[in-house]
Structure formats: C-alpha cells, structure tokens
C-alpha cells in the first residue's frame, strides 16, 4: 500500500531520494522480513535555514542541507537501529543487516503490519514554502522587528531578531510492504529584546510560528505583536519585586505556561514510560488520576500547528488522543513498538529528530480543554497568591512527577487583584499531585504560539502546548523575597 501526503506523486519522492519500491523490498526483504517482529526504512531530506539580525546588522546566515536513511529491526523489546547519510543499496543493506543482528537474539514472531487509518489528511499545504520566499522580504522583515522593538520604549538598547525555515522530506516504507511520504515546512520568529535603566538590565523575550508560509507574519500585524512583547517584557521585568516564597494559591495563564502541563504530565503519559513502569501514571488506567475539572488531549491534527504532522515518523496517521478526561487516566500516546508491546493501538506519536535517532513515542500538541469560569472571576477568588503568565527553564523527573519551573512574567495576587510583577519566582511540584489541586478553569483555552522544542533522551523536536486560566490551590512557590 502506497499513501503519499501533500498530494505529491510517488515519483515526487522516487527522485528525491534515488530509491524505487523494489529497492526498498529488497533490502527489508533479503535483510529484515521474517527475521524480527517487524522493520521499517525511514529515508528524509532535510533543508535548514537560519537569518539572525543583531544590532541592526546581519550576523547570521546560514543554510544546511542533509539526507539519509534510518532502518530499524524490531524484536520482543529489543530495537536495533543503524543509519546511514549515503542512500545508496550497499549502504541501505548493511544498516540492514546491522539493525537486524542488535534486534536478533529475543526470537521470531513474524512481522506485523500497520494499519491504514484512511488517506493521511493534509494540515499544511501551502501556496509558498518558507524556503522559496526571497531572502531580501526576510532581511527586511526582521529590519522591521528590530525598529519597532527598539521604538516601543527608550529603553530598550538592544534587540537581536532571528528568522528559521525549514523543509523536511520523509519516506517511510515498512516490512509489510506499506509506504508513505510527506513534505513537512516550519518557520519560527524570535525577538530578544535587552532593557537597560539605573544599573539593572532585563531580557524580554517572544515569538512564534509554525507549518506556515512566510506571509503568516505578516498577517495582522503579528510580526510587530512579536516585537512589541518582547519589548514590554523587558522593561517590565526593571520594575519587578522580589518574588515571596511559600504554599500559596497559583493562577496560570493562558497559552504558554501550558508547558508545565506538558512537562510535568505530558512526558508521564507517553507509552514507553507506562511500558516499563518507570511514569508515575504507568498502571492507572481508569483511575482518577487529577480533578474532575481536567481533561488533557494531545492532537497532532490542527492545522499549520508547530506540533502537527500529517504522519508521524513511522507512517502512522496522527490523531486526537484523549489522555484525562474528567479527571480519569484514559489513554497513553503511543508508536507502533510501545503499542505492539501493551496491546494498544498506535496513536501516530511515534516521533524522531531525524534519521539519525529511532523514534519513540513524543507529545505533538498536548493542552487541557477549557472550564467554565470567566478568567476575571478566577483571579478574583484568590486572596493572596501568584499569578503566573510566562515560564522559561524547568526541570521533571518522569518516575516520581516532581518539577521546578521558573516564571519568567509572573504577578502577585491581592485581595483578588493582580499587582506588582515579581523576579525570580519558581514553581515547585508534582505533577499528577498538581493535576488534583486545580480548583478553577476558565473558557478561554488559547495554543502557545508557536515556539515550543521537546527534549527526550537527547533527541529534540517541535511541539504546541496549550491551556486556559486555571487555579492550582496550595502549590510551592520558591522567591527571592525577605
């Protein structure tokens, strides 16, 4: 079975790589098919491009192009994996062989095909990649951000803008004789803004993107949105007071901070961790496992969504996958090893940083759904406490669910008012411990805007995260205040 996404023609991808189907049966066939449980080639041609613009002048421009292919033997729990930057038959057969001779000692149980959820649905068709857009629009956009940051306050005394494209091409052709390709584009705007006044100096920054053309910056104004924000977060943070510390009601915004929820929770969801008993979450499926308030979806199907893919990086169709709903443990993200392993069905998480890694099982755009309450009424339930609006660093730990996370735009809350923002603040937890405290959630679920980059076991890829306002009652709250 042949299913090629964007509409592209199977020869469109023949040519890419220099392969032909009976080149890739050959080398499943001869090397992998009835030796291992299942096998798959994963071949990808990847184009990056990267302008960055620092105190008005160009400091960067660069463009990298790479190719190869990945092929992995699947045994019992075993994965042999070897990959190659020369696409050619020699080469494709000795990773072959290679994967093959890790994966061969757990024994034989024939190879198992992937099932075909319908055509792959296509989420990011676009009139003109990011690639193809002229190099001098680009510069002078990023002029463009850098004016307007440096003019929205006097003292702001530094800027660095930055502009990556990106175009991946992937093939994945398994044992079982199933094959699918895509054409993956990404963009992404970052603004830095540095403020300078009486001997302090603060960073601001903001951005975003997605599976989107160049124009989608210039499209209401977003580009100077992007500048403005940075700006304002910068000199913000000169007049900001030392953060208290102690158990106190937290208030997230919408958006962003919905990277503690895929942090703290997310990666504890995903099928490996579950499978080996390592996640906090692993054999609690149908049990309550946050409040009732919380339902938690990962979907890799919203369009143009940094997070999203039409297949994932085993040929899998993405899906929306419910994780919590109301409160109860319902679903893990999975790939097709993970799912094989706990009986389950494959989710289409099965993600990789390229050919050079094996893929596992990774979040795409994982939000919790929206409440009821307005978010004005939230805040003015708290008394005393923190309201939280950005987050930079964090750090998780999957088996036990304890995080910390800095906020890098935090408030305080007084008598149902947000007051003076603070520095330094730092959220300290555990997750699924977390999830039973929220006591509030608004209706004003809102998706990060498109910057979101998740590492696992030293592989990255990019990824959405969402939430609405929520209220977390009696949470950690580490400061800097006397």
């Known amino acids: 079975m042949t299913e090629l996404a964007r509409t592209r023609p199977e020869s469109f991808f023949a040519d890419r790589f220099n392969v032909t189907g009976g080149l890739l049966e050959r080398v499943l066939g001869s090397n992998l098919l009835g030796r291992a449980d299942d096998a798959d080639i994963y071949l990808e041609y990847r184009v990056n491009e990267e302008l960055q613009l620092e105190e008005g002048t160009v400091k960067k421009a660069s463009r990298h192009v790479s ?11 075993r994965t042999g994996y070897a990959h190659t930057d020369d696409i050619s038959l020699q080469n494709l057969e000795e990773a072959a062989r290679q994967a093959r001779a890790i994966a061969d000692r757990a024994g034989v149980s024939g190879a198992v095909a992937v099932p075909s959820r319908g055509r792959p649905h ?3 068709a676009l009139a003109e990649p990011p690639l193809v857009t002229d190099l001098a629009k680009k510069l002078d956009l990023l002029r463009k951000v850098d004016g307007a940051a440096r003019a929205a306050d006097p003292r702001v005394k530094q800027v660095i803008a930055s502009l990556t494209s990106e175009e991946v091409v992937t093939l994945v052709a398994t044992a079982s004789g199933w094959t699918v390709g895509d054409v993956r584009p990404l963009m992404r705007l970052n603004v830095t803004a540095i403020a300078e006044a009486g001997g302090k100096r603060e960073i601001g920054a903001y951005g975003g993107g997605g599976r989107v053309a160049f124009d989608f910056f210039l499209e209401d104004g977003r580009w100077r949105r992007f500048a403005l924000e940075a700006a ?22 919408p958006g962003w901070p919905g990277i503690l929820l895929h942090e703290a929770v997310g990666h504890g969801l995903e099928g490996d961790f579950n499978r080996k008993g390592t996640s906090a979450f692993a054999g609690r499926m149908g049990q309550k496992v946050a409040s009732e308030l919380v339902t938690v ?6 369009p143009n969504r940094r997070g999203s893919l039409n297949v994932d990086d085993e040929g899998t169709p993405t899906g929306r996958t419910v994780l919590i709903e109301k409160g109860v443990l319902v679903g893990y993200m999975q790939d097709r090893l993970n799912a094989r392993l706990m009986g389950m069905a494959p989710t289409g998480n099965g993600r990789r940083e390229s050919y050079a890694y094996p893929p596992m099982p990774r979040m795409t755009n994982t939000f919790m759904l929206g409440g009821e309450d307005e978010p004005e009424q939230i805040i003015k339930s708290v008394k005393r406490g923190l309201y939280a609006v950005t987050f930079g660093g964090g750090q998780v730990d999957i088996t036990s669910g304890k995080f910390v996370f800095s906020a890098s735009e935090a408030y305080l809350i007084e008598d149902g008012r947000v007051t003076a923002p603070v520095k330094g603040a730092t959220l300290i937890g555990n997750g699924p411990d977390a999830l039973t405290r929220v006591a509030r959630v608004g ?3 809102k998706l990060d805007e498109g910057v979101g980059t998740c590492g696992k076991e030293g592989q990255s890829v990019p990824v959405g995260v969402g939430l609405p306002t929520i209220r977390i009652d009696e949470l950690t709250v580490g400061g800097t205040a006397v």
């Open 232 to 253: 304002r977060q910068a000199v913000l943070k000169l007049g900001a007071v030392n953060a208290p510390a102690g158990t106190m009601t937290v208030v997230l915004g």
């Open 67 to 77: 190719q190869g292919a990945g092929v992995r033997a699947l045994s019992g729990t």
């Open 297 to 302: 979806i990962d979907d890799g199907t919203i």
């Open 443 to 445: 209706r004003d679920l």
């Open 122 to 124: 296509d989420l990011y």
